[in-house]
């Protein structure tokens, strides 16, 4: 919809002093407003108003701004597609800043007829352009609670995106410094932005799942057909295809996952492939710091007559500390004693003395007020003697463990979070205290006998999926959970040493949904936790 003329930028913040006689922050002031019609419009019964007061508008009553622009004109006349500046009827006069600006050629220079622009313009102040009774256009969206007006800088001019949308606040945005008679400094034709990423954790642990959504705007005036967003790091790249069009101020989202498989900083790059005219905001960059965990619950007893916990030392590093264990009702322990716990080391924390009668040879830590763990469900905290967190664990039942069975993790660096980490101890004295879990599963890069082509497989379906294990380990079984734990079964059996499978993404006629699922690999001797990700 044409509206003649808009509110295109607005500069009521100049530089200088605010106050005071013939100050840069009064006289400096200004409105610029854009014919958007192919017809010359007259300005002659227009109107300009603030909170305060509505003044007409005028030509600009002194010819000795063309001292300052000679290409300019002054007149009640706005050409077609041609930009005009209201200024203050004081703007040429002495002073700091004096006559700052240098406008575009051919615009239009208009003032008042009152000293002022309204009654002075203010950050708080809505604009309305009115043509008799009729208010044309607004600037702040008075009838709407938002951000706007904005707040700006001294010297920095609020300018509107397109002026050929309404007055919203997403149209409106503050300048690189000010265009008074020229193209906003904020306005593209073509113009698709990354505005911002979200991760579900900057600082996940190893081999931790990070679930990042990407939020696109397009800020030009041209509608963008299809488009693709590339999300890039050290080993991987995803492609996801946007299907346009996209018109000015449309949005789109995308959500995807990365496994990151190195200790150290994590770089994640996303960046689309539209030609426009604003490419810095067509790529950026997310820095996620990856730490392997140091100390860590690896182990849990919550239904027998002697419960207990064990922790491990996952680390390189050696701790010199005692420990703290609280439950979810904040019940809380004493500390044990200082340990010296070094890198790949037990130990177990009870409450219950008793606990050397059923594992004679596993040195435990034995702690007043250790938390009476619950059967069904239950949220144990890892703390040091000074109350900083080492680790936390959630579970239910589901997880996994019976009366005299604790549950395990299949590795102690999978995260302590996700159910999928935990299961059944399978030993049969019901728990693996001080030595490691009869449910342990090594990563690629450890000592294994099974491994995967690649530590984390990202794959399109019907890409092959390459393996190898040793001879003597029978045949080798793939079975298939959400990242919840859900189970979908198994999907596949190899019995050759070398195999080579080629997979659609269906379990039981059944095409599962795009995401990331793990695949749990079991031989005779060996069993292995990977994630694959589904995709178009």
Not at 260 to 284: I, M, Q, S
Not at 435 to 446: D, K, P
Request: charged share 25%; aromatic share 14%.
């Amino acid at each position: 919809m044409l509206f003649s003329l808009v509110i295109n930028e607005v500069m009521y913040n100049p530089k200088g002093a605010e106050s005071g006689t013939d100050s840069p922050g009064d006289r400096n002031e200004y409105v610029e407003l854009y014919n958007e019609t192919d017809d010359t419009v007259c300005i002659d019964g227009y109107f300009i108003k603030d909170n305060m007061e509505k003044d007409s508008i005028v030509p600009f009553p002194d010819t000795l701004i063309y001292d300052f622009c000679d290409s300019c004109t002054i007149s009640n006349l706005i050409p077609p597609h041609a930009y005009a500046v209201i200024l203050d009827r004081d703007y040429l006069h002495q002073g700091e800043y004096h006559a700052p600006y240098r406008f575009g050629k051919n615009t239009v220079l208009l003032s008042t007829y009152d000293t002022d622009i309204g009654n002075g313009l203010s950050e708080n102040d809505n604009l309305f352009l009115i043509k008799g009774n009729d208010t044309i256009d607004t600037y702040g969206t008075p009838d709407e609670q938002d951000a706007l007006p904005l707040s700006s800088k001294d010297g920095i001019s609020i300018e509107r995106l397109n002026p050929y949308y309404k007055d919203d606040v997403k149209n409106w945005a503050l300048s690189d410094s000010c265009t008074p008679g020229y193209k906003n400094s904020v306005s593209f034709e073509k113009d698709l932005s990354i505005d911002s990423v979200f991760v579900s954790s900057f600082m996940p642990p190893l081999l931790d799942t990070v679930k990042y959504t990407v939020f696109l705007t397009n800020k030009g005036w041209e509608d963008i057909g299809d488009f693709y967003i590339t999300v890039k790091t050290e080993t991987e790249t995803e492609r996801y295809l946007i299907n346009g069009p996209l018109g000015f101020l449309q949005t789109r989202t995308i959500t995807g996952y990365i496994v990151p498989l190195k200790k150290g900083l994590f770089t994640l790059t996303f960046y689309h492939n539209v030609l426009d005219e604003r490419p810095e905001n067509d790529t950026t960059y997310m820095y996620l710091t990856i730490q392997i965990p140091q100390i860590v619950i690896n182990e849990i007893m919550y239904d027998d007559t002697v419960e207990w916990i064990e922790i491990y030392n996952a680390s390189n590093e050696t701790l010199n500390t005692g420990f703290v264990v609280k439950d979810r009702s904040n019940a809380t322990s004493l500390p044990t004693n200082r340990v010296e716990f070094n890198p790949g080391d037990y130990l177990v924390i009870t409450g219950d003395s008793s606990f050397s009668n059923r594992f004679p040879d596993v040195p435990f830590a034995w702690v007043e007020g250790f938390p009476t763990l619950n059967n069904s469900y239950e949220t144990i905290y890892l703390l040091t003697q000074n109350g900083a967190l080492l680790d936390s664990v959630y579970y239910t039942s589901s997880y996994g463990g019976s009366f005299g069975k604790s549950i395990e993790k299949i590795n102690p660096y999978l995260p302590s979070s996700e159910k999928s980490s935990w299961k059944t101890c399978t030993d049969p004295k019901g728990g693996t205290p001080g030595r490691e879990n009869s449910v342990y599963a090594a990563f690629s890069g450890e000592k294994n006998k099974v491994s995967l082509s690649r530590h984390t497989i990202r794959y399109s379906l019907h890409e092959k999926i390459v393996f190898t294990f040793m001879q003597d380990e029978g045949p080798v079984r793939f079975y298939l959970f959400s990242l919840d734990g859900k189970p979908y079964g198994m999907i596949h059996y190899e019995s050759a040493p070398l195999g080579e499978w080629t997979w659609d993404g269906y379990v039981k006629s059944n095409k599962l949904p795009e995401g990331p699922y793990i695949v749990y690999i079991e031989c005779k001797h060996f069993r292995q936790k990977e994630i694959i990700v589904i995709e178009k």
